[in-house]
């Protein structure tokens, strides 16, 4: 697989110097926020392409729970199944796209696992996999496409911040979630360690 670099993008600033705001208890992220959690980490890993992915997985895993999602058997290219991680309330898919993939796994380096939670707004994405462009989208709200085959990054419309990328490793049959690359919409921080 050739390199790709990950483009950093922000969403505008809505809350004029401050850092953050809570609503019902999670605090919305700020593009300052962004850029000191999640998404400088996804800088490090632009700044080395691809191959830097896997190292800099290493490192960010060890704040996460270690949680079977599902078997590289019971998995069929385009069916998508859900799983929720690293917390009860946060929904994920599973996937195998039929391609290679930024952060893929599995013996075609095709099996990714991905937020359904549009970036823009929260948006569900639920159901919304579309198997011949390995995309999810739209996003109901705002019509927003994510490209699952380049880590999440946007393919289109009103968001401006990549999905977060559920990292995954595999054990014999069994595929497992180790992390979360990003910040799910809503969440100052992932960590259970960190979380408020
Ligand atoms: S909430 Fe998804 S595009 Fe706006």
Do not use: W
Not at 73 to 90: H, M, R, T, W
Not at 132 to 152: N, S
Not at 155 to 174: N, R
């Amino acid at each position: 697989m050739s390199h790709k670099t990950i483009q950093i993008q922000s969403a505008p600033e809505h809350d004029h110097g401050h850092d953050h705001h809570h609503e019902g208890g999670r605090a919305c992220m700020s593009r300052r926020s962004f850029l000191l959690s999640g998404g400088a980490f996804l800088a490090l890993v632009g700044l080395g392409g691809v191959p830097g992915f896997a190292e800099a997985a290493q490192l960010l895993k060890a704040g996460y729970p270690r949680q079977k999602i599902g078997s590289l058997s019971a998995l069929k290219a385009g069916e998508p199944i859900s799983f929720n991680y690293p917390y009860a309330d946060v929904r994920n898919i599973l996937v195998k796209l039929g391609v290679e993939a930024g952060g893929g796994i599995g013996p075609q380096k095709d099996i990714v696992a991905f937020n359904q939670q549009c970036t823009h707004m929260g948006g569900p994405l639920d159901g919304t996999y579309k198997p011949k462009h390995q995309v999810l989208g739209p996003c109901p709200l705002h019509l927003t496409t994510f490209d699952l085959t380049r880590h999440g990054m946007v393919a289109s419309g009103h968001a401006t911040e990549s999905l977060p990328q559920i990292m995954l490793e595999v054990q014999g049959d069994d595929i497992y979630a180790v992390g979360v690359m990003g910040l799910v919409y809503g969440y100052s921080t992932m960590t259970a360690a960190g979380r408020a």
